[in-house]
T-cell receptor, first 115, second 114 residues
Framework: DGGITQSPKYLFRKEGQNVTLSCEQNLNHDAMYWYRQDPGQGLRLIYYSQIVNDFQKGDIAEGYSVSREKKESFPLTVTSAQKNPTAFYLC??????????????FGEGSRLTVL | QQQVKQSPQSLIVQKGGISIINCAYENTAFDYFPWYQQFPGKGPALLIAIRPDVSEKKEGRFTISFNKSAKQFSLHIMDSQPGDSATYFCAASKGGTSYGKLTFGQGTILTVHP
């Protein structure tokens, strides 16, 4: 089935540890995105990538890092510098190099809890 | 200038009723206005979207009304069903290659009672 796969679904981390969230898509989309969701605040953009080997900071990039070595993969690392990392993290993809509908397809999310 | 304000925060309607959720934006460069539906523990899914060259778009029981001069848009769910109970987010972006850089509203938790 075509879609976006995020793993792990749940993750617990001790303060001071870095963690990496995986995001894989088989929709052949060029663009991929990471959003953070907190209760009552909607979703906020962390990082995005419109093409392999290129990515840009979103609105709340501090304390996060990403890589885009393959079209299918866009992992997010939550570093120890992120002051409030407990949140629900959502990965999305969408095609933009011609023929796209404007729709973003989201994964089912990864819930990170810092203990 | 990047904010999208959404109201109400929560909404309870009876089965068969009309659900109305409103959003207001500030940035006049926004060119794409989608609504997403999210069920608990899942990622959001696109419900319906509109661009500012039309004032209304309807897909089944879901309608977006868009008022460019007031910088407001709203989602109407007709004949609301218990299966519509979910969190709804409005969003906006500048369109083109920036369409995926969405600014989201705070969300509305809709509960439809049978």
């Amino acid at each position: 089935d075509g879609g976006i796969t995020q793993s792990p679904k749940y993750l617990f981390r001790k303060e001071g540890q870095n963690v990496t969230l995986s995001c894989e898509q088989n929709l052949n989309h060029d663009a991929m995105y990471w959003y953070r969701q907190d209760p009552g605040q909607g979703l906020r953009l962390i990082y995005y990538s419109q093409i392999v080997n290129d990515f840009q900071k979103g609105d709340i990039a501090e304390g996060y890092s990403v890589s885009r070595e393959k079209k299918e993969s866009f992992p997010l690392t939550v570093t120890s510098a992120q002051k409030n990392p407990t949140a629900f993290y959502l990965c999305a993809s969408g095609g933009w190099l011609g023929g796209h509908t404007g729709e973003l397809f989201f994964g089912e999310g990864s819930r990170l809890t810092v203990l | 200038q990047q904010q999208v304000k959404q109201s109400p925060q929560s909404l309870i309607v009876q089965k068969g009723g009309i659900s109305i959720i409103n959003c207001a934006y500030e940035n006049t460069a926004f060119d794409y206005f989608p609504w997403y539906q999210q069920f608990p523990g899942k990622g959001p899914a696109l419900l319906i979207a509109i661009r500012p060259d039309v004032s209304e778009k309807k897909e089944g029981r879901f309608t977006i009304s868009f008022n460019k001069s007031a910088k407001q848009f709203s989602l109407h769910i007709m004949d609301s069903q218990p299966g519509d109970s979910a969190t709804y987010f409005c969003a906006a972006s500048k369109g083109g290659t920036s369409y995926g850089k969405l600014t989201f509203g705070q969300g509305t938790i809709l509960t439809v009672h049978p």
